[in-house]
Every structure is written in structure tokens, then in C-alpha cells.
């Protein structure tokens, strides 16, 4: 099989879209076809089936990758062209977990925002949560391109309990981001030990996709080669 026959599909996270995979998806194009899955955040169950029709427009084995919330998302497919899980700075919830189970699992960073939801029902960030914990190692662009697309995400995404868990079934690599300061570390070393990923942790912020976009890059294309040779 050659990376030709490889697909790579990259599901974005909370107060994020997919742009926020930018500079990864200009890397990954020159040998592998790339798919950026929009989700909505309007419930768990919509960002499966959201998951579920990007998935149907690609073909061929799928490296499948989640960028925090997101790797909830990614964990909930059954489609059988999923090969290899990649988590960045992922939530990896176990069978009857919410996400907000794990994402409030240890004491938040004292720079994490208090997150409610706001009179539609939406939790939105604050404008100030993107300098201070969202990217802090953002440049002045990134971060005013981060407040202008965030999405808001719904309660209903992050409490309901989700089904077994694709990780438990698949390989699946793992980015600790060590400077997170909306997942803290040793959630993320928890999550990565429990879906027995492997494990690549580096000194960056909760967007390494956007701010050290390198490592992520990396680690993909150790999945997207490994997926290759079996």
C-alpha cells in the first residue's frame, strides 16, 4: 500500500473549525489526501453523524485524527476504514463517560476559564481565553483568526455518556501538550496511558495544530507510515 491509498481526516475541537488544521493540511496534501470534518457542536450524537458523513466521502484505509473535544468524537465512529486514532491534546472518555468527566477529571489550570452557557444555551469562550489559555504561544494574527471562527459548543456535546470507545480496537498515538492550560497534563497522561497510545509529548500549548504545527505533522505521519506498512 502506498500513502496514496491512505486517507487523512482531521476533526477539530471545541471553539475551533476547521482552519484551525491549516498549516497540518498543507504538509500532509503533498502525499496524502486530506479531509477537514466540520462538527457542528450542537450535541454528541450530531458530531458522530457529522463525523460519519465525512468518513463516507473518503475511501480507502483512514488515519483519523481529533484535536481535544474532538477526540471523543473520533472514538465514536464504527466505520471499519478507520485504521489508527491520533490524538492532540485529545478527551478520550471510556464506555459510559461524559467527556466532561475527563476534561474535569484533575484541578483546571489556574489561567482555565470559567466556562456557562450563555442565554441560547451556547457555551462560548471568552475573548481573553485565547491569549491566556486557549494559545498562549499564538502570534497576534493567529489568535484574532481563533476569536473570529470559534464555533460554541453545546452542553449536550460533553454530557452524555458515550458507547465503547474505537480505541479499544484500534492503534492510536497520543500528543501531550505540556503547557495546556485548558487540559491539564496529567489528564492528558491519563488518557494516554488508558487507550495504551503512543506517546509523544512536547512542550507546547493546547493548539500545537496551530502553534507548533511540526509536531503534530510528525506524529501523523509516524500513523499515517505505520498504517501504510500493514
Not at 74 to 86: D, G, Y
Request: net charge negative; charged share 25%.
Amino acid at each position: 500500500m502506498s500513502r496514496n491509498n491512505v486517507s487523512v481526516v482531521l476533526v477539530h475541537g471545541a471553539w475551533a473549525d476547521g482552519s484551525s488544521w491549516a498549516k497540518v493540511i498543507g504538509a500532509l496534501t503533498e502525499s496524502t489526501k486530506v479531509l477537514a470534518a466540520p462538527l457542528p457542536l450542537t450535541s454528541f450524537a450530531d458530531d458522530t453523524a457529522a463525523l460519519e458523513r465525512a468518513l463516507a466521502r473518503v475511501s480507502g484505509p483512514v488515519v483519523l485524527a481529533g484535536h481535544a473535544y474532538a477526540g471523543a468524537v473520533i472514538a465514536s465512529t464504527r466505520s471499519e476504514k478507520v485504521k489508527a486514532l491520533v490524538y492532540v491534546a485529545g478527551l478520550a472518555p471510556d464506555e459510559h463517560e461524559k467527556v466532561s468527566d475527563v476534561f474535569y477529571r484533575s484541578q483546571p489550570h489556574p489561567m482555565a476559564p470559567k466556562l456557562a452557557p450563555d442565554d441560547h444555551g451556547f457555551i462560548y469562550l471568552p475573548d481573553e481565553a485565547f491569549a491566556e489559555a486557549f494559545a498562549q504561544n499564538a502570534s497576534t494574527e493567529e489568535l484574532e483568526l481563533l476569536r473570529a471562527v470559534q464555533r460554541p459548543l453545546s452542553p449536550s456535546c460533553i454530557t452524555v455518556p458515550v458507547s465503547r470507545p474505537l480505541w479499544k480496537d484500534r492503534p492510536s498515538w497520543f500528543l501531550i501538550a505540556e503547557q495546556d492550560r485548558m487540559i491539564v497534563r496529567d489528564t492528558q497522561r491519563f488518557m494516554a496511558e488508558r487507550t495504551r497510545s503512543r506517546v509523544r509529548s512536547h512542550p507546547v500549548d493546547h493548539v500545537p495544530l496551530v502553534t507548533a504545527p511540526e509536531v503534530v505533522i510528525d506524529m501523523m505521519r509516524e500513523a499515517i507510515a505505520e498504517t501504510v506498512a500493514r
